[in-house]
Structures are given as structure tokens and as C-alpha cells.
């Protein structure tokens, strides 16, 4: 909201710099986005006269003028090669040091041997557009009554300070001048002027003019109009115009706007309609029909339903409610008689206008916002007044106002000590009353309570709470106490599962590996980079019905495709040696089209770039073994797997908990990647639910373990696994452990067949073990080894 | 006769042993002289034969020589090995400023870091951690929270939508009702997580994390909050950290304040990080608006409470001066690695 403080100070005055007014605002709950000086850009330029013209002694096109700059610098002289300007003319000139709007600085000088004091300026160099009369290209001349001597930026009403103050969304009345007074006037303690609402109006009565129904009272619960005849229609007063044009918009004639300046000084936006062009002379708010259509203000033609709202006469629509005037009934030349418009619309249905029609105006844009009941009375007095004040017209009797559904004047009953509950602190009885009178409500005193009767421009006011925030808004939150909360201890901390979650990334952040973060939102077409078959059932994802683009527009149902994807930059750009990490939700919908919520699943995922298989498989082995987690790796793989070289990793109790393994080179091909790439995904949850500690402590055997290595021959296609569970299951209890160290196929190997080397590691509890007892253990094992096709080497 | 049998062993051991040029001879040398069959131990074993007369002096002379050998060929073994041992560390001399390969310590994200560090200050002051899901109901992330259905946060412009019914959280507020409907007061909880708005530029991720914060008790009051606050604010930056409040608007708090924390480069001065306010605006808080705790079926006759909400990137960002937010989600290993 844009507040040019001089306009400001006509309802408030206040004796503070533009930087102290601002931090006033911040401490009532203001934000101040910009402090705008309206004429940093133009400085040292003044109207002056041309008093004489004269030829150039050495060049043609030349000419050298005599000014007068008045009380600013007298009589100079001038070097200039407009055509245009004539003795008599008023001119600004800038002055030696001058800035002007194009950033040229100007300087005194000489223009071929003749002395110039500075330079004529135009309309651009001014940093305007436009000017009564004038010229957009040359010298710009000023209207023959203009002083002589003035800066410039007085001339032009830019002599302003504009502050560009952020209006929460609660705090509709204050998106406008004289809500902004109001704080003003409250947090300054300044008496808040009031407004002039003086008009007279004639013995006419409006409804032999025009007639008012108001159809659909859901989307616009006030709508009230005044008539005007015998219009005298005109510019504005330069102090309109300067107004209008220091909050960004252009004067157009008096009629419009006065509809814009009682949109910035009141909050309400209002409407006017040409008399004449109400057929029937019958105004009906009501719904549009289908494909009812409407040209605009903007020539644009716009088709219509039964969603949008539309002002009608007997005819057709004549404005879109709230947004845009129909091109067929603006206020032209020769209107006479109008019928200013001052009305409030339902804001969700303004908005949900705006955006399918992709229509906006400052009107919508307020109406999106909200505006309050009180507004649009007194717009539309306002509006009166300005007629009045300035002789534009005759004011219509009556009014034609419907407002189906009047709102009470809402009362809040509280206490001192109620306050106090909230903020804790005290705010003394006196400092309250004072602060909720200047900020306009009435506040009485029934036994112990305090009742505070709202303004009607307050709609945000519902209950003590709100009493409490005006009143600390106001008093200053600096008065709050920082107080460390009493009452019960609470556990607090983190629960077991917290805590694992916290000891995997842990694991993983020693093994080496980093965590990334990547967004929840996919491409459908990652199925396809990752080669899932069309009925693969990861294909089915939460779809986003509004997404920033196609690449953002599903919730993921597999890290994967973010995993592969971010080692793949990292190898684009050079990243050697890659391990990476991610824990994060997949989303998995129960059924699609989505009726209730999709089983969000904390995932963890595991990827490497110039790894290899058993190194990678190893953080996951020691990642489990430290969770304490017994699962196996089984054969088995994924549709972006390398087939030889994946594996899906097995809970004790058989379900499939993960997977890992070489990501496919084809699949790798697809992110632009011709290297090895390693990835793994566990279900997290499962992880987080199985964890355990190590505990309770075991007390190790006091006798000596004793090694022995065996080596077998077995089929190639023999896994470890196969070999391993046979070595365990005939070792006895004994055999404390056993693990392959080597495997080996070449020339000693005959073909088909490999040699692998086994660790058996034998301990007793009791005693200390013979060779003969660890040699049954051995004979035992290679006869069992024997039935699988394993034999000793 | 026996006396110059002596002084020649004497005199061949002392040759024998400035010999041995390493520990294995010198033993060599030992066994020649000293062994069972040395040239000592034989002559020893020859004193049965002298006359029983003689037998004291020449035991003596024996014994004396045999000591004396003994300690001769201790002396010359300790210098030896000390010696070698001298050699062998100068062989195995490294230079220690050589490196090889290993495995490095891996990176946490710098938002995880930066969460971790936010949830261990709140933990440490009686907080829980609560969690919810990231697609919920617009109930939850709005109407519960005291949105009205005509706010125009509740935009598609501002909201990503699955249907009507169904979105993806805009804020971790959400959580807190979930919260509210199954546990009943005292509550005290941090809500960590990932919510999403149509956003995408310097400043702002359609992707993002926040924490959220809800207390509810008897007698909570905004004093109450601010300390919370200032409290997190010391850990969080250091203890010198102030904070400001500024009044705002949230619809689920009532009052609803803007928390300013002096700025954490400058100390309050003023500088680029602050814009020169010597402010940064971290977090949103308020007292619990009693249309939410009625909503969730909780007496605000009896409890009362505060909430507070921050953004983990945008605090992660000021504390890291990462001018970017499209950096923290770049994954690059070498942007990474820092925040180790």
C-alpha cells in the first residue's frame, strides 16, 4: 500500500522524519517494504521565463536564451537548440549541478564560445509522461500561470515521500490513507482528524432515475448507489492529480478520479456508470449466464458463467462485479448524469474472477484483499463530498442501498487480569482504555469488565486475544519480559527410533558417504529413464493437480531416480570419488485416483560413482550388522539393475527390505554417465523398527580360538551363501564363525568350477580345544560341503 | 701350566668378540667359548684331574675367568643390539608428511545440520519431536488452523494440490494438529519437516523445511514465548544474540509476532547480511489463537499456548551466508564437504 505522507498528514499531523514515521508503523505492525522519495531523481531544476531569444553567434542551429529563474538564481543565460520554445515561454531549466531522471548530471559551461548557466529540460528528463498540453519530445513548456523560480518536483506534485507499507491480511481497513491515519493517530497519540463527508443533495428522489435488485446477496452482501446529474465533466485539481500520481495511477477527468481517490483514501472501490446507458434504468446484480459476454475497458471481450458476478442493466452486463467496467458504459465526453457504484463483493469469488479470466485491476486487487462494511458508505460520501466541494454536479436524493444481512455492532467483555493471562504482563487499567480509544473503539466499564465496543471497519476483532495483541501492538512489544516457562517438567528428548535414525546417518557419514537433499517432486518420466515396465507398479504416483511444470508434477515413489541422478551431475562436473546418501519419504498411494491419504514411507537411499560392488555392499553389511538387523543378500534385481550384479536384501522373517546392486548401463546411458554407478535402497522404517543395541554384554570364551582354512572345489555358480549356510549348519557349536577370504578360478581350476577359500574358527567355553576336537569339526563340515558338490582341494 | 691356558682363552675370546660384526656371531662366539663343549667349559671339566692341593686356587682362577668372560660377552651383546637397533630405525625411517588414500568422513547436509542443531536446543528444553505426513487433508493445513476458506493462501497459486480434499502441506502448523486431537495438554513439541509452496527463485524453494513449535499449558503466557525464544536465539547464534519482537499476523495466533534476532555478522551494527537494520526476521510466533485449541477439543478456558515457526533453509542460509537457496539443493559433493 503506497502512503504518500503529505496526503497522509491531512488526517493525522505528526512532527516525525519519513524514517521515524516508518519505524512507527514497524512497531505497530506495519512493514515498511521501501521509503520512496518521489523527487530523488531530478534535483537543481526550476521553472524560469524566457525573457529573450537570440541567435547563436557561430552556429545555426543554436540559440541563446535569457531566463528568468526568479528567486532562484535571476537572470541567466542559456545555450539550447530547441526550435520550439518562444520568448514568454515557462521553462525548466537545470541548474549548474543539476540530476536529472535520465541520470545526466548538468554542468555549467560554454556551447561553442557562448557561456551556458545549464540546460532546458523535457518531459523525460523530468522522469514524466505527461504534461497539460504539452509535448512528449523538446523543451517542455509549462502552463502560462506557472510561478516562476519553483523546483520543479514542487511544480509537478513530486515533492513527496511515498512509504510502501505492507498490510497484513487481517488488517483489511488498513489497506488506505485514513486507515493508516488511524494507526498513525493511535501510535503517535495525535488526534485522528475526521473526514468530510459534507454534501448537499436535491429533492429528487433516485429511484425515478434508476432501480436496484440485487440477486445474488451471497456474493455481494452491500450495494449501494447515488446518482448525479448535470455532470460538469473536467480534469482534476493539480492536488487530485498529484495525488493520484504519487500512488502510481494517471488522472484521467474529475469523475474517474474521484473513484480512484476514494479507493486510496477510503479503501473502497467504486464504480461509475454513464446514466444514460442503464437500459430500463435497472441495475441487477446478479450471476452471469453462460457464455454471457462482455467487452471491457481493455477491448478485450470476455466470456462469462455462472460463477462470475456481473453488474447488469435491463440488458446486458455492463461491469464485471468488483473488476472491470464494460467498455460501453465508461464515462465518456458527453456524460451528464452518473451513478457512482459503491459496493462489496464476496473476495474469494472477485479473486477466483480475476484468475480464470486472467483479468486484474487496482478494483480487484482490493477486493481480493477484503473490504470492510464501513467502507462503503463512507466511499461513497466521500466520493459526494468531493462532488460537492468542487461544483461537479447535482447530487441526486436518496440512495439505493441493499444490504440483505446488516452485521451487529460486535462487542468484546474482558478484563485486566484477562490480559495479563495472555501477555504476561500487566498493562496498567488507564494505558489499555487509552490505547483502545485511540484506536477508535468505546470502551465501557461494567463492575469488573471492561467491554469494548468494535468499530465496524475491524472485522478482524473476534475475542480477548485480539483485545490483548491491540493493546501490547500499541503499548510496545518491549515491554515483554523474556520469562522461562513454569509449571511441570516435561521428558522431552528423543524417542529410540529418533535416535537410530540419527546413528544410521551417523554409520553412513563415517563410511564415508554425504548427505543430499532432493526435492519430492519428479517427472513421470523418470519410469522411463529408470526402464520400469508400463505395469510396473512404481508407475503409480500421487499426482500434483497444479505443479510448477512436468518435471516437478509427481510425488516420488522411489529415491532412485534423485540418487542416479545427482551422482550423474556430480560426474558431469568432474566429482571424483562419490558417496552419497538420502533420507527421505516416498509416497505411496493405496489407490489412484487419491481418496485418502498415500502411506508416507521414510526411505533411505545409497549411491556411489567409482565404487565397486563389494565395497559398496559393505557399508550396508556393517550399516545392518551395527543395527543389528540379520538380513541376507538373495539374488535378485530391479528393471535399472546391472542383472548379474544386484541383489534384494531379505529381513530375517522374509521380507524384502531393500535392494542394491550396479545400476544398469543402459539406465546409466540415460543420465549421461559411462561409469559404474552404485545405489541401494532399505525401507527405513523397518530399519528404525528392528534396531537394537548389541546389548545385554556377553563375557568371551577364556580359551584359545584355533583357525583352520579349508579350500573347496564347487560348481562356478555356487553362491558363498549356499556354501556358507552348509559350513555353519554342520559346524557345531564350536564353529564360532566362518567366512569365504578368497576365491579363485585360473589354471589350478579346472573349467566350470572355482576354489574357494573358507575361515573356520573353532572355540569352546569350557576348555581349550585339541587338534583331534577341531578336526571333527573340519571332517564334519568338508563331508556336508561334500553333498552340496563342494570337495576339498 | 693352567694359568697360560687361561690368559690364551682370555685372549682369543677378546679377539673373537671385537669380531663379531653382528648379534648371530657374537652368539656363535659364545657357544665356542662358554657352550658345552667350549674351550672354557672343557677346561673346567679338567680340574678333576688336579691334585686336591691345588684344586682351591685353580677353582678360583676358573670361576674367576668364567665371570669374567660372561660379563664380556653381555657388554659386547648389549652394544650390539643397541647398535642394530640403531640401524634399524634409521632403515625404517618414514617421511611422515607422505599420505595414502583412506576413507573420508562423510558430510551431513547442511539443513540436516542446521535442523539437528535446532531440534537439540528444544530437546534440551522438555521439547518432543512430532512428525506428520507431507500430503494431508486441507483440513489440517488449513481450516483446523483457523484459515478461513475464502484466504487466499488457499490459492493454487499459493498451495500445490492433489484434489479439492488433498494437498501438500504449506507448513508444519499442520502438524500440530494431528498433535492436538491425540494428545492431550501439557504439550510441548517441535515439528521438523518438508512443506512445499509454489515458489521457485533466489529466495524461496517449492521445496522447504521448517520447525515448528507448539506449547500448551495452564498459565502460558507470550512472556513465556519470548524467553523460549531468546533462549533459542543464544544457543542457536551466540549469547550475546538479542531479540525483537514486531507485531504480525498469523491466523492461528492471536497476538502473532515477527521475531527479529540481532544480527548474528554484525552484532546490531548494521551490515550486508542485515540490509543494515542490524535485524535478521527468523521466525513467526503467537499465542495460540483459542479457535484453534477449541478446534482440536481443547479447553482455552483452562490451557493456553504459543506457537513458533521458522524456515531450517532460511536460517541455514543466514548462518552460513549462502547467498543462493538453489545452492542448498545443488548436491554437489564439493558444496557438501564444507559442512563437515
Known amino acids: 500500500m503506497l502512503i504518500p505522507i503529505k496526503w497522509l498528514k491531512e488526517y493525522v499531523s505528526f512532527d516525525l522524519t519519513p524514517a521515524e514515521l516508518a519505524e512507527k508503523l514497524v512497531s505497530c505492525g506495519f512493514e515498511i517494504e521501501q521509503i520512496i522519495d518521489l523527487a530523488a531523481n531530478v534535483k537543481n531544476v526550476v521553472s524560469a521565463r524566457v525573457v529573450a531569444l537570440a541567435k547563436h553567434p557561430s552556429a545555426d542551429r543554436l540559440k541563446v536564451a535569457t531566463l528568468d529563474t526568479g528567486k532562484a538564481q535571476g537572470v541567466l543565460q542559456v545555450v539550447t537548440n530547441s526550435t520550439t520554445v518562444k520568448e514568454g515561454d515557462i521553462v525548466p531549466v537545470a541548474l549548474d549541478g543539476a540530476m536529472l531522471a535520465t541520470g545526466v548530471r548538468i554542468k555549467k559551461g560554454e556551447l561553442r564560445g557562448v557561456a551556458s548557466a545549464g540546460m532546458l529540460c523535457g518531459m523525460e528528463e523530468l522522469g514524466i509522461t505527461e504534461y497539460p498540453g504539452a509535448d512528449k519530445e523538446g523543451v517542455l513548456v509549462f502552463l502560462p500561470d506557472t510561478p516562476v523560480g519553483e523546483d520543479v518536483n514542487k511544480l509537478l506534485g513530486k515533492d513527496e515521500i511515498v512509504l510502501d507499507v505492507g498490510i497484513t491480511a487481517n488488517r483489511i481497513d488498513a489497506n488506505s490513507i485514513y486507515g493508516i491515519a488511524r494507526e498513525v493517530a493511535a501510535a503517535t497519540g495525535a488526534p485522528l482528524k475526521p473526514l468530510n463527508f459534507d454534501y448537499k443533495e436535491n429533492k429528487e428522489d433516485i429511484a425515478s432515475y434508476v432501480a436496484l435488485s440485487n440477486l445474488a446477496p451471497d456474493l455481494c452482501p452491500r450495494y449501494m448507489a447515488k446518482v448525479v446529474k448535470n455532470v460538469r465533466l473536467c480534469p482534476s485539481p493539480e492536488l487530485i492529480q498529484n495525488r493520484l500520481r504519487a500512488v502510481g495511477l494517471r488522472p484521467i477527468n474529475n469523475i474517474v478520479d474521484i473513484t480512484n481517490y476514494v479507493l486510496y483514501e477510503i479503501g473502497q472501490p467504486m464504480h461509475a456508470f454513464d446514466l444514460k446507458m442503464i437500459a430500463d434504468s435497472k441495475i441487477t446484480v446478479r450471476r452471469a449466464e453462460e457464455e454471457e459476454k462482455i467487452v471491457c475497458l481493455d477491448d478485450k471481450t470476455y466470456t462469462l458463467g455462472r460463477d462470475n458476478l456481473v453488474i447488469a442493466n435491463g440488458k446486458e452486463p455492463m461491469a464485471i462485479a468488483g473488476i472491470m467496467g464494460g467498455k460501453n458504459y465508461s464515462i465518456l465526453p458527453d456524460t451528464t448524469a452518473v451513478v457512482f457504484e459503491s459496493a462489496r463483493f464476496a473476495r474469494d469469488n472477485v479473486r477466483k474472477t480475476s484468475r480464470s479470466l486472467n483479468l486484474r485491476s487496482d478494483s480487484s486487487a482490493r477486493f481480493e484483499k477484503g473490504v470492510d462494511f464501513w467502507s462503503q458508505d463512507a466511499g461513497l460520501r466521500r466520493a459526494l463530498a468531493l462532488i460537492s466541494e468542487y461544483g461537479w454536479g447535482e447530487i441526486v436524493g436518496g440512495t439505493l442501498d441493499s444490504f440483505p444481512v446488516r452485521p451487529e455492532t460486535k462487542r468484546i467483555v474482558f478484563s485486566v487480569k484477562d490480559i495479563e493471562r495472555i501477555l504476561g504482563i500487566n498493562v496498567p487499567e488507564q494505558n489499555i482504555l487509552g490505547i483502545l480509544k485511540s484506536l477508535t473503539f468505546k470502551v465501557n466499564k461494567e463492575k469488573e469488565m471492561l467491554v469494548a465496543e468494535i468499530p465496524p471497519y475491524r472485522e478482524d476483532m473476534a475475542g480477548i486475544n485480539d483485545i490483548a495483541e491491540e493493546v501490547i501492538r500499541i503499548y510496545g512489544y518491549s515491554h515483554i519480559r523474556p520469562e522461562l516457562m513454569e509449571g511441570k517438567t516435561a521428558a522431552g528428548g528423543k524417542t529410540k527410533r529418533q535416535e537410530f535414525a540419527d546413528k544410521i546417518k551417523n554409520i553412513l557419514l563415517a563410511k564415508g558417504m554425504s548427505e543430499i537433499v532432493t526435492y519430492s517432486f519428479v517427472s513421470p518420466r523418470i519410469f522411463d529413464l529408470l526402464r520400469l515396465p508400463s505395469e510396473d507398479p512404481l508407475r503409480e504416483a500421487v499426482k500434483i493437480n497444479n505443479p510448477l511444470g512436468e518435471d516437478f508434477s509427481i510425488m516420488r515413489t522411489t529415491l532412485a531416480h534423485s540418487m542416479i541422478k545427482t551422482l550423474a551431475t556430480n560426474f558431469q562436473r568432474g566429482n571424483k570419488a562419490v558417496r552419497l546418501f538420502e533420507v527421505a519419504k516416498t509416497y505411496l498411494p493405496k489407490a489412484l485416483p487419491l481418496t485418502e491419504l498415500p502411506i508416507e514411507k521414510n526411505t533411505l537411499c545409497l549411491g556411489a560413482l567409482n565404487d565397486d560392488f563389494y565395497g559398496f555392499k559393505s557399508i550396508l553389511e556393517d550399516l545392518l550388522a551395527v543395527l543389528h538387523i540379520d538380513a541376507d543378500f538373495i539374488r535378485g534385481s530391479k528393471p535399472y539393475l546391472h542383472p548379474g550384479r544386484s541383489a534384494i536384501i531379505v529381513a530375517p522373517e522374509g521380507s524384502v527390505i531393500g535392494y542394491m546392486g550396479e545400476v544398469d548401463d543402459l539406465v546409466a546411458a540415460n543420465y549421461d554417465v559411462d561409469k559404474r554407478l552404485y545405489i541401494a535402497e532399505l525401507d527405513e522404517e523397518y530399519l528404525l523398527d528392528h534396531a537394537r543395541s548389541g546389548l545385554p554384554f556377553k563375557v568371551n570364551s577364556r580359551y584359545p580360538a584355533v583357525e583352520r582354512d579349508i579350500a573347496v572345489l564347487c560348481d562356478k555358480r555356487t553362491e558363498a551363501a549356499e556354501l556358507l549356510k552348509t559350513v555353519r549348519a554342520s559346524g557345531g557349536e564350536l564353529l564360532i564363525d566362518s567366512y569365504v577370504f578368497d576365491v579363485y578360478t585360473g589354471d589350478q581350476v579346472e573349467e566350470g568350477k572355482k576354489s574357494v577359500a573358507i575361515k573356520l574358527i573353532c572355540q569352546s567355553k569350557e576348555r581349550t580345544l585339541k587338534d583331534e576336537d577341531v578336526n571333527a569339526v573340519v571332517s564334519g563340515i568338508l563331508d556336508a560341503l561334500s553333498t552340496i558338490g563342494a570337495r576339498l582341494r | ?340
Request: aromatic letters at 8%; hydrophobic letters at 40%; glycine letters at 6%.
Open chain 2, 1 to 340: 701350566m693352567l694359568e697360560k691356558e687361561i690368559s690364551s682363552i682370555r685372549r682369543e675370546c677378546a679377539a673373537a668378540i671385537s669380531e663379531a660384526a653382528n648379534s648371530q656371531k657374537l652368539g656363535e662366539a659364545k657357544v665356542r667359548f662358554l657352550g658345552k663343549s667350549g674351550a672354557l667349559t672343557l677346561l673346567l671339566r679338567e680340574l678333576k684331574n688336579v691334585p686336591p692341593a691345588e684344586k682351591p686356587a685353580a677353582g678360583k682362577l676358573l670361576n674367576d675367568i668364567r665371570a669374567e668372560l660372561e660379563a664380556a660377552f653381555a657388554m659386547a651383546e648389549e652394544n650390539l643390539a643397541k647398535k642394530e637397533r640403531e640401524l634399524r630405525i634409521a632403515k625404517e625411517t618414514l617421511d611422515v608428511t607422505l599420505s595414502k588414500p583412506y576413507t573420508e568422513y562423510g558430510a551431513l547436509h547442511p539443513l540436516s545440520v542446521v535442523k539437528n542443531d535446532i531440534i537439540n536446543i528444544f530437546t534440551g528444553m522438555g521439547f518432543e519431536i512430532k512428525d506428520g505426513p507431507e500430503i494431508d487433508y486441507e483440513y489440517y493445513n488449513f481450516t483446523a488452523l483457523n484459515i478461513p476458506a475464502d484466504h487466499p493462501s488457499r490459492d493454487s497459486a499459493d498451495t500445490f494440490y492433489i484434489n479439492d480434499k488433498i494437498l501438500l502441506r504449506t507448513q508444519t502448523s499442520a502438524v500440530q494438529v494431528h498433535v492436538m486431537e491425540t494428545q492431550k495438554p501439557p504439550i510441548r513439541i517441535i515439528c521438523p519437516g518438508k512443506v512445499y509452496r509454489p515458489d521457485d527463485d533466489a529466495t524461496h524453494s517449492p521445496m522447504f523445511q521448517q520447525v515448528e513449535g507448539l506449547v500448551i499449558d495452564e498459565h502460558v503466557t507470550l512472556s513465556d514465548l519470548t524467553g523460549i525464544l531468546l533462549e533459542f536465539a543464544k544457543k542457536f547464534f551466540s549469547q550475546e544474540t538479542k531479540i525483537r519482537l514486531r507485531p504480525s499476523f498469523f491466523p492461528f495466533t492471536e497476538p502473532s509476532v515477527e521475531v527479529d534476532l540481532s544480527c548474528a555478522m554484525c552484532g546490531g551494527k548494521g551490515c550486508r547480511l542485515c540490509k543494515g537494520t542490524g535485524w535478521i526476521e527468523l521466525l513467526g510466533a503467537g499465542v495460540v489463537n483459542p479457535a484453534v485449541l477449541e478446534c482440536s477439543g481443547i479447553d482455552s478456558k483452562k490451557y493456553s499456548g504459543f506457537a513458533f515457526g521458522m524456515g531450517v533453509e532460511r536460517a541455514t542460509m543466514i548462518r552460513y551466508g549462502i547467498p543462493d537457496m538453489r545452492l542448498l539443493f545443488d548436491n554437489d559433493i564439493r558444496i557438501l564437504r564444507q559442512f563437515r
